[in-house]
């Protein structure tokens, strides 16, 4: 196989039959959408939508040491994550670069599972590896051992619970657990990148046909529709979530991205990149860097990644990821802002849309909430 030819996963003969729009992501053969990516948006607002995030890398960590080395290896206590539950967290360089941004779930005393973007799995994986050194533990490749299967939105505890006798009532959003659905053994995890309720089912990639076969089936009713990468991204901005490679880069570290929180220097001994990091952080107390902020278009153009924010004639940021937004009905972007203009309501801030300054509305994150 050459290392141009892109991968599949175990669901993609099944998405092709779906009739969807194939999209090369991060070397892997992906659903774009299967029908009106607003359509697909709407439904995981209003009702359900299944998506196939197989190309998402699964690095399991096992042994005596598993949570030091994860402490020392990741910016985050993982040390304190109780099992069964998980943590949003980062891996850093060691002058505090973000690597990646990570979901860390605990599944026993010694074993994690560490799940990183599709982009960044062989990154995360090397960085693991390099760092166990010392350490008595093992660091595990097992991205070609998972598929991953997300339900996700306001329909979706009951979609699942009509599959499962597992206790979806008792699992808390970022936690986990083991089952079986659909007669598929799983982990059901209550965690996503949509803004909405929703699970994330780990399971062999053997499983995978049976379990979308079964979601679909089940789903149907309740109006739940399979959704591809393109309304995942208007739903994770709308949400306010950061995507790598957008908001979060090696040369941003979380204090520069506002997630500063992600970092625990009270955790015990050394960790990659807390030097630098503390660093940042007497910085970023010092002297506030740019803000991420929402944006919210007056007119119907749609900012684009890459796009300068301006006011009065000053550029003073950069638009990170912007789209038209199907929940507000008007393009909206994310993007990073001098800290003078990131207050929400700020007036005179536009955005340089092809020599044209459009004007914006700054507002606070995230654009949308879901009623609890």
């Known amino acids: 196989m050459s290392s141009t030819e892109p991968r599949h996963t175990a669901l993609d003969a099944l998405h092709r039959s779906l009739g969807a729009t194939m999209t090369d992501f991060a070397g892997w053969d992906m659903p774009l959408r299967y029908g009106s990516e607003r359509d697909e948006h709407l439904a995981v607002r209003t009702k359900a939508g299944l998506f196939d995030l197989s190309h998402m890398g699964e690095i399991t960590v096992t042994g005596p040491q598993a949570a030091q080395l994860l402490n020392f290896a990741l910016v985050g206590n993982i040390a304190s994550v109780g099992v069964g539950r998980a943590r949003y967290t980062m891996i850093c360089r060691a002058d505090g670069g973000i690597l990646d941004d990570l979901i860390v779930y605990r599944l026993a005393e010694s074993e994690y599972m560490v799940v990183a973007n599709a982009s960044n799995a062989q990154v995360v994986l090397d960085a693991l590896v390099e760092r166990s050194a010392g350490f008595d533990a093992e660091v595990r490749d097992d991205r070609d ?6 339900v996700q939105g306001p329909e979706s505890p009951g979609i699942l619970k009509s599959l499962t006798d597992a206790d979806l009532d008792g699992l808390k959003y970022y936690a986990g657990l083991p089952g079986t659905v659909a007669g598929v053994p799983a982990l059901i995890a209550r965690t996503g990148y949509t803004g909405e309720d929703g699970f994330e089912l780990f399971v062999a990639p053997a499983d995978a046909e049976k379990l979308w076969q079964a979601l679909t089936d089940a789903g ?3 109006g739940l529709v399979p959704c591809g990468l393109s309304c995942r991204d208007t739903l994770r901005l709308e949400a306010g979530m950061p995507l ?11 204090f520069d991205a506002g997630l500063g929180r992600v970092v625990k220097f009270e955790k015990e001994g050394d960790f990659v990149g807390r030097e630098a990091l503390q660093e940042a952080a007497a910085r970023a107390a010092e002297n506030p860097p740019r803000v991420l902020v929402g944006l919210v278009a007056e007119g119907r153009r749609v900012p684009r990644a890459g796009y300068a924010v301006v006011a009065g004639g000053e550029v003073i940021g950069e638009v990170t990821s912007g789209a038209p937004s199907p929940t507000l009905g008007k393009p909206i972007a994310m993007a990073y802002v001098d800290a003078a203009h990131a207050a929400p309501g700020t007036e005179g801030v536009g955005v340089d849309i092809r020599g044209s300054h459009e004007p914006y509305e700054v507002v606070a994150l995230p654009f949308y909430k879901r009623q609890k």
Do not use: R, W
């Open 244 to 254: 790598y490679g957008h908001e979060l880069s090696t040369s941003l570290t979380p």
């Open 220 to 222: 149907a009713p309740a």
């Open 145 to 150: 051992n998972y598929a991953l299967i997300a």
